[in-house]
């Protein structure tokens, strides 16, 4: 488990531990690139950056919502790329490190950005089975309730849920699902367009709530 107290971006300016060196002079790397700080080893090996021998590609995916240790490990990296550009010698060794080092901290900016879209926007979203989930909410299933049961309460809570899609469409960090979102947003706006009088059907309102939980 990543000792994210360790990490955090609070420890970035932490002096690293390992053997002691003079003031300015730090040790020399060994073949892994070995680099101590906050007590934590940071090391290279078969092209990937480890933290205590764990994979930090790996360590990014477990902490998927955690800011504050993306910000950590970022840190961790940043650090880490500096002190081993200071003495990189084999130089194919060293343009595989740089070239790890850069696409980690991609990565974590990448988490950051979504995480702040989504904050921004007041959504968050996934696909699950083919439909879209948007805060939580099945849209596709919605929709279907609300053409069995049109009233204005959920017409406004859907005239939210195309102001949401709306947003996605206008984004393009969601470009792999615009095909559907857009489909979602036609057809809600098809229906908030409709008055409950050209919309209502006998069948429907007969068998009442053809959508379960």
Same mark, same amino acid.
């Given at each position: 488990?990543?000792?994210? *107290?360790? =990490?955090? +971006? *609070?420890?970035?300016?932490?002096?690293?531990?390992?053997?002691?060196?003079?003031?300015?002079?730090?040790?020399?790397?060994?073949?892994?690139? +070995?680099?101590?700080?906050?007590?934590?080893?940071? +090391?290279?090996?078969?092209?990937?950056?480890?933290?205590?021998?764990?994979?930090?590609?790996?360590?990014?995916?477990?902490?998927?919502?955690? =800011? *504050?240790?993306?910000?950590?490990?970022?840190?961790?990296?940043?650090?880490? %790329?500096? !002190? !081993?550009?200071?003495?990189? %010698?084999?130089?194919?060794?060293?343009?595989?490190?740089?070239? =790890?080092?850069?696409?980690?901290?991609?990565?974590?900016?990448?988490?950051?950005?979504?995480?702040?879209?989504?904050?921004?926007?007041?959504?968050?979203?996934?696909?699950?089975?083919?439909?879209?989930?948007?805060?939580?909410?099945? !849209?596709?299933?919605?929709?279907?309730?609300? *053409?069995?049961?049109?009233?204005?309460?959920?017409?406004?809570?859907?005239?939210?849920?195309?102001?949401?899609?709306?947003?996605?469409?206008?984004?393009?960090?969601?470009?792999?699902?615009?095909?559907?979102?857009?489909?979602?947003?036609?057809?809600? +706006?098809?229906?908030?367009?409709?008055?409950?009088?050209?919309?209502?059907?006998?069948?429907?309102?007969? %068998?009442?709530?053809?959508?379960?939980?």
């Amino acid at each position: 488990m990543v000792r994210s *107290r360790r =990490i955090d +971006s *609070r420890d970035r300016g932490s002096r690293p531990v390992g053997p002691s060196t003079e003031e300015g002079i730090r040790p020399i790397l060994d073949k892994e690139f +070995s680099h101590y700080r906050d007590g934590m080893r940071w +090391s290279f090996t078969d092209g990937k950056i480890l933290l205590d021998g764990e994979d930090v590609n790996k360590l990014l995916d477990s902490h998927k919502t955690d =800011i *504050r240790a993306w910000l950590g490990i970022a840190g961790g990296i940043d650090e880490y %790329r500096k !002190v !081993v550009n200071q003495q990189a %010698r084999e130089q194919n060794q060293f343009v595989k490190f740089e070239a =790890i080092a850069e696409a980690l901290l991609g990565k974590i900016m990448g988490h950051l950005k979504k995480v702040c879209d989504q904050k921004t926007s007041g959504l968050t979203y996934s696909i699950e089975n083919g439909q879209l989930i948007l805060n939580r909410i099945n !849209v596709h299933s919605f929709l279907a309730l609300y *053409r069995a049961r049109r009233t204005e309460k959920a017409r406004q809570f859907l005239k939210g849920i195309r102001d949401k899609l709306g947003y996605l469409l206008g984004s393009p960090e969601h470009e792999k699902i615009r095909g559907m979102v857009q489909r979602l947003y036609d057809e809600i +706006s098809d229906d908030l367009g409709k008055t409950p009088e050209d919309s209502r059907s006998p069948r429907l309102l007969s %068998r009442g709530n053809p959508v379960g939980d």
